[in-house]
């Protein structure tokens, strides 16, 4: 009796380990061929801003070279608010099969979860797809303020302590973390004025109401075009072809500024990795591209391939970055 039902166990957990074994291998079966059939009806890209905003412009270039590259459609839709946390927390909840992903950027991936407390883990809660490209920032004052180089307005800013406010599109935004991150270390003793959007700045600093501004390089190139604002230093390694005489902070004496406003493509956690690499493949092909470079050219984005893993490692970096940041400068959104 004892030998019979030994053996009645070791077959109860040989047949047990045997379905495991099945079940294993029919999902990794299925998944390869759900990649080899991907896309078979229309994908959904979310954009956390609104129609016209950097990153539905980033995002409507590659859906369109995306439709063009695997025959479906790739659909934009615009969920703006709560600074992209509306979109992320909707491509989260997503099911991960590779017909809902969505633009991904610094906001989203980076400045957010570093001001913002249990919003959403930008990490684990996704699958990093592929990299896009980023632009840099670029620090502006109006062209009645009487400095035209960084050292000489941080010599203005410390000799008129209560003379030079900075302009931020929100609490906790890029622009306003970047700023804390120069005032860190250059000893600026500047406050903080945040608004509705970037442009608003632009217009109280013309009169006067702020004197400095440390926005994305596309929105401020049409100021320092027309003249009503100087450039005095660019974020980033080397300097920027659209403003090839201001020189980077590392040039300037501030060394490690080298933040961007960066785009890339996101899914839900748990996406099939046949499905993602395909996509990251795509993505790469696209960014390759003369008139693809072109069209981000256009709006100061300079592309930057990534592996999955890589980009992956870049989000948890930027993370790592701006929560201390934000730690020091004591820095927390709602």
Request: charged letters at 15%; glycine letters at 10%.
């Amino acid at each position: 009796m004892k030998i019979s039902s030994i053996r009645c166990q070791k077959l109860q957990f040989f047949t047990f380990g045997f379905l495991v074994s099945i079940s294993f291998l029919l999902g990794f079966v299925s998944d390869i061929f759900a990649a080899d059939d991907y896309p078979n009806h229309p994908v959904r890209i979310i954009a956390p801003q609104a129609p016209g905003g950097g990153v539905d412009i980033v995002g409507r270039i590659i859906a369109d070279q995306l439709r063009m590259a695997m025959g479906q459609s790739f659909l934009m839709d615009n969920q703006a608010g709560a600074g992209g946390a509306i979109a992320a927390k909707m491509t989260a909840r997503a099911v991960p099969d590779g017909y809902t992903l969505m633009i991904g950027y610094v906001a989203t991936h980076g400045t957010n979860p570093a001001v913002k407390r249990n919003i959403y883990n930008p990490v684990k809660d996704f699958t990093a797809i592929g990299m896009i490209g980023g632009t840099p920032n670029v620090l502006v004052v109006p062209r009645s303020l009487p400095v035209n180089t960084l050292q000489e307005f941080v010599t203005y800013a410390k000799a008129n302590p209560k003379k030079v406010d900075y302009g931020t599109s929100g609490v906790g935004t890029l622009n306003h973390l970047l700023m804390e991150e120069f005032k860190q270390v250059s000893g600026v003793p500047s406050m903080a004025v945040p608004y509705r959007s970037i442009g608003q700045a632009f217009t109280d600093s013309i009169g006067g109401q702020i004197q400095v501004i440390f926005p994305g390089l596309s929105a401020a190139m049409p100021h320092i075009r027309n003249g009503s604002f100087k450039a005095l230093a660019i974020t980033g390694e080397k300097r920027n072809e659209l403003l090839p005489n201001v020189p980077t902070f590392n040039e300037s004496g501030y060394q490690g500024f080298n933040s961007l406003t960066w785009y890339g493509i996101v899914g839900p956690a748990k996406l099939p990795i046949e499905i993602r690499n395909k996509l990251n493949i795509e993505i790469g092909k696209i960014l390759a591209k003369p008139d693809v470079l072109k069209q981000l050219n256009e709006q100061a984005i300079y592309v930057m391939p990534m592996s999955p893993e890589q980009f992956e490692k870049y989000i948890v970096e930027e993370v790592k970055h701006w929560s201390e940041v934000a730690r020091i400068s004591k820095v927390e959104a709602e």
